[in-house]
């Protein structure tokens, strides 16, 4: 396990950058539409391995890192060709069952489904964003069973809409409905129970530049009102959107700040895709984030892994920052 004073010295500059987000410290609501419950699977797991790791690199034994990341995993549909889900599904789940915290887009049932049975150790919030809910996508989230409890108080999903209760429901440009599904998950080797955040994870509209706009605003009013607003947030998903845009800038302009993990952890880094479209290269233009609040940022990466036919697992690539609890650390 790398030295706790080595640690600060790696996030030093990162906190300078903004890396440590404040604290929120307003209202409380749930925020989950009564009339469409989420799938839920968070049965109590073994006690946590002594090690934890994020893909091959280990986090040591202090429970105070993890890692969260969001992808894209494309719906299922044949007319993908080569790139259909069973051309790929085996690649995705082993990068999923290698994560720990996730939020995912565009899944399916039969696609979770799979993705569950491909990942012992996972447990999943999901809800899709149809009328019906055994239809259509949803922005599930998966986490390791074995080192988070899913408050069962704290989780749901709402509507990217005027009316975010109502299932189904669409607003202003929007070509389709869309959602945001959220939990909190606390952590199992905190015997006080204190150490826990909450994940939101989003999938904005690809068309409706003025939805996009007010959808983002949806999502921040929800996180301002829940019911544990001193604890730690991640809003993570596909923005369908660059880092320069008006959704973007309006999540950094939030109070409490929030921190783009990425950004934070490669504050020289040339800009990097993260939509390839099937084709070669994933362009300069950033649509997937991970944003932190209340989380120091370790690291962060674009994971620009490929099938071993050297085609992408996905349309998208997977955002991934491991990430620290800034008040364990003292910072």
């Known amino acids: 396990m790398r030295p706790f004073n080595a640690l600060l010295r790696l996030l030093a500059p990162l906190v300078a950058l903004g890396g440590v987000g404040a604290l929120l410290s307003t209202g409380c609501t749930r925020g ?3 009339s469409a419950p989420d799938a839920v699977s968070s049965d109590m797991g073994t006690d946590r391995q002594s ?13 105070s890192f993890f890692e969260i990341g969001t992808f894209n995993i494309r719906y299922a549909t044949l007319s993908d060709g080569p790139d259909a889900w069973p051309n790929r599904r085996r690649e995705v789940c082993a990068m999923l069952d290698a994560g720990e915290v996730w939020g995912l887009q ?27 809910p055994s239809k259509g996508e949803s922005c599930a989230i998966l986490f390791d069973r074995e080192n988070w409890d899913l408050d069962p108080l704290e989780h749901g999903t709402f ?45 904005l509209d690809h068309r409706g ?57 490669n504050p020289g880094a040339p800009e990097q895709g993260t939509f390839n479209g099937w084709k070669e290269s994933c362009g300069t233009t950033r649509i997937d984030f991970v944003f932190t609040r209340g989380l120091a940022v370790e690291r962060a990466t674009i994971d620009l892994t490929r099938r071993a036919n050297g085609r992408w697992p996905s349309d998208h690539v997977p955002v991934r920052a491991v990430v620290g609890f800034a008040r364990d650390l003292g910072l």
């Open 32 to 34: 989950e539409a009564a």
């Open 51 to 63: 090690q934890r790791s994020v893909g091959d690199e280990s986090l040591g034994a202090s429970p």
């Open 106 to 132: 565009e899944v399916l049932p039969e696609q979770l489904d799979e993705i569950l049975r491909a990942c012992p150790t996972k447990a999943h919030v999901a809800r899709t964003r149809e009328v019906d």
């Open 159 to 203: 509507w990217l809409s005027e009316t975010p209760d109502v299932p189904g429901s669409k607003s202003w440009d929007s070509s389709i409905a869309r959602i945001a599904t959220f939990a909190r998950l606390v952590d199992r080797s905190d015997a006080s129970r204190r150490r826990a955040f909450s994940i939101y994870n989003v999938h």
């Open 209 to 265: 530049s003025v939805a996009r706009e007010e959808q983002v605003e949806v999502v921040l009013a929800r996180i301002a009102a829940r019911r544990h607003a001193d604890e730690p947030v991640v809003l993570v998903g596909d923005f369908n959107t660059g880092p320069d845009s008006v959704p973007i800038a309006t999540v950094l302009a939030a109070t409490p700040a929030f921190t783009d993990a990425w950004r934070a952890a």
